[in-house]
Structures are given as structure tokens and as C-alpha cells.
């Protein structure tokens, strides 16, 4: 859900988007879980609701239908592709490929035919060894630093946080909010006073 929405900040506000990698469960097992658990937790409602805003994105749901894999595979993965100029390309397949094509991309095989895919070198590494886990656990502490518990959220300008898939009008609404701040004098910032 995220996609769409940077894509709208990127022609909207010419945003440059970076995408980092976030460990949202890192309490899933290596296997990931059943996704009879996670209806469970979040109820069926929820779930239609996530199913309905894909579709009013124009987007598949289709994610895998038994289990909700353990993502920190893919997430080393994606920064090995960054490490070597394919990140947006790897980031993009990822997504399809779990979201589209019910691939359960915690499945070290699953991976290894992505990474073939993508000419991705040494992937292994990041597959099943620990390579860049240090990369993804660095920028998992740094977004909770900063408040972020959940995907997908923006930090617009190094300084507004934007939880979740809202709606254009918030991102408008958090623009003009930093363009105001920008306008506005810091009365902390000196400069000539009263004499």
C-alpha cells in the first residue's frame, strides 16, 4: 500500500523516496506463521478492509494463503540489492511477488529463484547467512527511535512522520505543514533583539 502513495509524492511534490528496510515482526520464527493466526489477531473485518484498499489502489491482494512468512530473509536481501545499484528493482519484485503471486518470500528457495532473477551476486549471503543483518537491524532501531511501529510510514523532510496508507489529502495537509514551518522565523534563532 505504501507504493502508490510514494509514487504520488515523488510526481506530486517531486519526493525522493528511499526505501529502508523495517523488521516489523522479528518475533515471527524462521518459517514464518500460519495465516490462520494473523485473521485471528486482526480479525476478518480488518482483512477485507486491507483487501478493499488494494483494490480501490488498483492493486492484487493475493498474498500467500497459509502462512505469513518471516521477512528478515528478504529485507538482507533487498539491501544486498542496494549494496549493488538493484534495490528499487529487488524492493518492486519483492513486493509483487509476495503480494501478487502468493510467493512466500521467507522461503530461502523462494528467494534464491528471485535473486537468479534479479542477477543478484552472492545472495546466498543475505539469504541464509547473516549478511547486511546489521544493516536491517540498525534501521529497525532507528525508525522505533522515531516512532515507527507499524508500514508503511514516510518521514517527509527528515522532520514530519506519516504512519500507515493515508489518504493524498494528509500528505497534502503534512506538506503545506512543513512549507509554513519553513516560512516561519525560529524565535529561538538569535539575531538582533531589544537593546
Do not use: C
Not at 108 to 133: K, T
Not at 142 to 153: E, F, L, R, S
Amino acid at each position: 500500500m505504501g507504493q502508490p502513495a510514494a509514487e504520488r509524492l515523488e510526481r506530486r511534490f517531486g519526493a525522493t523516496v528511499e526505501w529502508l528496510p523495517f523488521d516489523l515482526h522479528p518475533e515471527y520464527p524462521p518459517e514464518g506463521i500460519p495465516r490462520s493466526d494473523l485473521i485471528r489477531r486482526y480479525g476478518e473485518e480488518f482483512h477485507r478492509h486491507v483487501e478493499a484498499a488494494f483494490d480501490r489502489e488498483g492493486l492484487v491482494y493475493n498474498p500467500p494463503p497459509t502462512v505469513v512468512p518471516n521477512s528478515h530473509a528478504a529485507l538482507r536481501l533487498t539491501e544486498l540489492a542496494r549494496a549493488q545499484g538493484k534495490h528499487a528493482v529487488t524492493h518492486d519484485r519483492l513486493m509483487q511477488a509476495y503480494w501478487e503471486e502468493a510467493l512466500n518470500i521467507g522461503d530461502p528457495d523462494v528467494l534464491r529463484a528471485l535473486a537468479d532473477e534479479l542477477s543478484l551476486e552472492d545472495a546466498d549471503d543475505a539469504i541464509v547467512g547473516r549478511r547486511h543483518a546489521d544493516a536491517v537491524a540498525a534501521a529497525t532501531a532507528q525508525a522505533h527511535a522515531a516512532g515507527i511501529n507499524a508500514i508503511p510510514a514516510f518521514v517527509l523532510d527528515r522532520r514530519l512522520l506519516v504512519l500507515g496508507a493515508q489518504p493524498d489529502e494528509v500528505f497534502e495537509r503534512a506538506f503545506a505543514h512543513l512549507e509554513d514551518d519553513a516560512r516561519t522565523p525560529d524565535a529561538d534563532a538569535g539575531g538582533p533583539g531589544p537593546g
